[in-house]
């Protein structure tokens, strides 16, 4: 795998940063109420892989789970830490994904990441999600697609007015700010082809469910063998 480079770090610091000045609270984008809606009753231990500012790992605490958030940016830790203080089954570490494989404490039961896998190559990371699993555990993997092509256009028309209409009409966790930050960090990054997800997942996680979302992106849903 990719190791982080400064630049993806000082980019996912400075939102954070940005992200600390903002009260919004946590709003749960549709594509992630679906992924959390996915998890199996009885999870008790989870890992939230690059939990950014770390609101999937609140959504999972407070259901009970004990989570762990990883993410490479100390200022995205930092800002989840704070946010999460009265949680105690939310707990953060700055790790990188790259290096040394997942925590030492690990087989979770669940395994779940967001916008995360299209920064470094996807069978790497799919092999850290694995060593992460308990026997039997659950894996929702999250992330960006890309659209191209006349023969995406109507879901491009579709996702750009749903999009305004959930933000005329619902509390945004995004501002002007952010909208620049995310605009600058994204620039010439590379995700999978709408049309290709399946394709990429289906020898690494044989049995693999993928589920395509109308705003860019798409949900992996698998489960690991038992004992």
């Known amino acids: 795998m990719i190791k982080p480079t400064p630049a993806l770090i000082n ?3 400075a939102i954070a940063d940005a992200l600390a000045a903002e009260d919004c609270g946590d709003v749960l984008l549709p594509a992630e109420r679906f992924l959390l809606a996915q998890v199996p009753a009885g999870v008790r231990r989870a890992l939230d ?3 950014g500012d770390g609101m999937l790992t609140r959504a999972l605490a407070g259901r009970g789970i004990s989570t762990l958030g990883l993410d490479v940016s100390p200022g995205m830790i930092a800002l989840a830490r704070d946010r999460s203080r009265d949680l105690p089954l939310a707990e953060f570490q700055v790790h990188d994904l790259t290096v040394g494989g ?6 979770f039961d ?4 967001a916008a995360v896998a299209h920064h470094v190559p996807l069978e790497g990371f799919v092999a850290f999600v694995r060593a992460a699993l308990a026997p039997g555990g659950t894996a929702l993997i999250q992330d960006l697609t890309t659209r191209r092509g006349p023969r995406y256009a109507p879901w491009n028309t579709a996702a750009v007015a ?3 209409l959930r933000r005329a009409f619902r509390p945004s966790r995004s501002s002007s700010r952010l909208d620049v930050l995310y605009a600058r960090h994204g620039a010439g990054e590379e995700c999978l082809q709408h049309g290709g997800v399946r394709e990429a997942y289906r020898t690494l996680l044989p049995g693999v469910r993928v589920y395509l979302h109308l705003e860019w992106r798409y949900t992996v849903v698998w489960h690991a063998p038992g004992a």
């Open 11 to 13: 980019d996912f610091d």
């Open 110 to 113: 669940l395994v779940i990441s």
């Open 162 to 164: 749903a999009r305004a």
């Open 102 to 107: 997942p925590p030492a404490q690990a087989a």
């Open 49 to 51: 892989v690059g939990c």
